[in-house]
């Protein structure tokens, strides 16, 4: 989400964490309470299904039009165009609109605004031209990193809440409520791609469903990591589908946007529920424009989050390389365009039950093997694509390599968004528009040489990024468990301290100092020493 976003509430956090002159009015005693019963628990839950199941039906019908940019839009490169200019304009959008908008309409509002903008994208495939496709690609950039950032930020307070309500670890449920997020976000690749291969495969294009499509040995050469996206273009797999298949596919998708915006703006319940711009609280705050943005540089000073940016960009990459080169360079030049819905049906089913069972699974085995189970299976594969050779006589494997690749992306979508949540929790808004800042760099740069280089060195890429995102990511591990076992030990010292009276004063000042040198973003935030839980 937003860099502007991101450094307008690091700012606000290093208030918090070490106060200053200035900022006294934010103290515990003067702030608005959020008094809460323990059935509300349930009314949480329902929202969290509310807005997972919103975004599902919004994702079915921008997933479904993304995985085919690449392959029915591939006159001059324009689909893959068009998409890097989603990207680029979200990196822009990230920097200064999501904390400025979230303010201004709230998280709620921002969702249903933000989510309008995918509309004219998704009507545009009507008419593909460079004049009618990029202006709409960056109005979905421009109110992506809005959106997600809302997302994110109702995901991760809801999950506080719900977390003081029921006495459980805030870590363990911000993870269980992404990950369940998440499980409803992927099907939107089942739903997306089965219209759009229904469609696809029904029609003249599709020769009615037979995948048997005529393709020469030497054609054949061309595709897997051997593809080059500027020696494709008399490819027999790559013609664009017909118009009639293109407008029925757009209706039903235009009809999924208009239909996720009105789940959101009648049935979810708004944030300030939950302790959104409660009197005496940072979210109330008003920043200006100059404030926020270089809250924002200030942020990107913080080392966990520099140690987090080349994880993050690989995941961008990563998707961009499943969404337009796998479907392209292997599906479409294989197999046809008609398959690709079907193969990547595989990749949304499976990320979407990886998603919640890694979830879940966490809190039982923590995060660390769980990311180690993504790396081995990212390297794996990216290694064998490099060696395979797609052929039609064995389609199974296309399935396979998709499915495994959705076990990969569960592991990143989840696990990384809860430690972004986990690190940051004072500054949840802005670190998920870092997060998704230098997501949408990685997809920026995936597709700025989408069109340059072959899949082969494209693979090599993304082998790269990922090595050194490991390496960034461990040092983090290393540095949060650290910091963890030094609070145990303080935990310890003060129990000790309440049971010396006669040491209690000196006690009390070494803790004191102990605390302002370790305290940071995983502190607790005002939201969670202002909860009250009533039982009546």
């Not at 019963?37 to 509310?50: D, F, H, S, V, Y």
């Not at 990230?94 to 969702?111: A, D, E, G, S």
Request: charged content about 15%; aromatic content about 12%; some cysteine.
């Amino acid at each position: 989400m937003s860099l502007h976003q991101n450094f307008s509430f690091c700012s606000i956090g290093s208030f918090v964490s070490i106060p200053k002159a200035g900022f006294e009015p934010d103290t515990a005693s003067l702030r608005e309470k959020v008094i809460l019963n323990p059935g509300e628990k349930w009314r949480i839950l329902k929202n969290i299904t509310i807005i997972s199941f919103a975004f599902m039906v919004q994702f079915t019908a921008f997933q479904g039009t993304a995985n085919l940019q690449s392959s029915i839009n591939s006159e001059d490169g324009l689909g893959t165009v068009s998409l890097s200019a989603i990207y680029a304009a979200l990196v822009v959008s990230c920097i200064f609109l999501p904390t400025l908008i979230i303010r201004k309409l709230t998280v709620k509002w921002t969702l249903v605004f933000s989510m309008l903008c995918y509309a004219p994208y998704i009507a545009f495939q009507l008419f593909p031209k460079f004049y009618t496709l990029v202006p709409a690609g960056i109005l979905v950039g421009l109110g992506a990193a809005p959106m997600w950032a809302s997302k994110a930020t109702y995901l991760t307070q809801v999950g506080q809440v719900y977390a003081k309500i029921t006495e459980q670890a805030v870590d363990a449920i911000i993870v269980r409520f992404f990950g369940f997020f998440f499980l409803a976000w992927q099907t939107a690749e089942l739903w997306g791609n089965l219209i759009s291969s229904l469609v696809l495969s029904s029609g003249a294009h599709g020769s009615g469903g037979d995948t048997n499509t005529t393709i020469s040995e030497e054609e054949l050469k061309s595709c897997g990591a051997n593809f080059c996206v500027q020696g494709s273009g008399g490819h027999g797999n790559l013609n664009r589908p017909p118009d009639h298949e293109i407008f029925e596919i757009s209706m039903i998708y235009l009809s999924c946007i208009i239909a996720a915006v009105a789940i959101i703006a009648i049935f979810l319940d708004p944030l300030k529920r939950y302790g959104e711009k409660r009197k005496g609280s940072q979210s109330a705050q008003e920043l200006s424009g100059m404030e926020l943005l270089s809250a924002t540089f200030r942020q990107m000073k913080k080392p966990n989050q520099q140690l987090l940016i080349p994880i993050t960009v690989f995941i961008g990459m990563e998707q961009a390389f499943i969404g337009a080169d796998f479907t392209q360079a292997y599906v479409s030049c294989a197999l046809g365009i008609h398959q690709i819905g079907f193969v990547m049906i595989c990749f949304g089913v499976v990320n979407a039950i990886c998603s919640i069972l890694f979830g879940s699974v966490m809190k039982y085995i923590g995060r660390l093997p769980i990311i180690i189970l993504g790396a081995v299976v990212h390297f794996t594969l990216i290694s064998v694509e490099l060696f395979w050779r797609p052929s039609p006589e064995n389609p199974l494997i296309f399935y396979a390599m998709s499915g495994l690749w959705g076990v990969g992306d569960a592991v990143w979508q989840t696990q990384i968004n809860g430690l972004y949540g986990l690190l940051f929790r004072r500054n949840k808004e802005a670190a998920f528009s870092n997060y998704r800042l230098w997501e949408s760099a990685g997809f920026v740069i995936a597709y700025a040489y989408a069109t340059t280089l072959c899949a082969a060195m494209k693979l090599y890429v993304l082998l790269a990024v990922l090595a050194l995102g490991c390496i960034g990511y461990t040092i983090v591990e290393i540095l949060y468990r650290r910091k963890q076992r030094k609070l145990k030990k303080q935990e310890k010292l003060e129990a000790a301290a309440k049971e010396k009276e006669a040491a209690a004063a000196a006690a009390a000042a070494e803790a004191n100092a102990t605390a302002e040198v370790e305290e940071t973003d995983d502190e607790l935030d005002d939201l969670e020493e202002d909860i009250v839980v009533t039982h009546f």
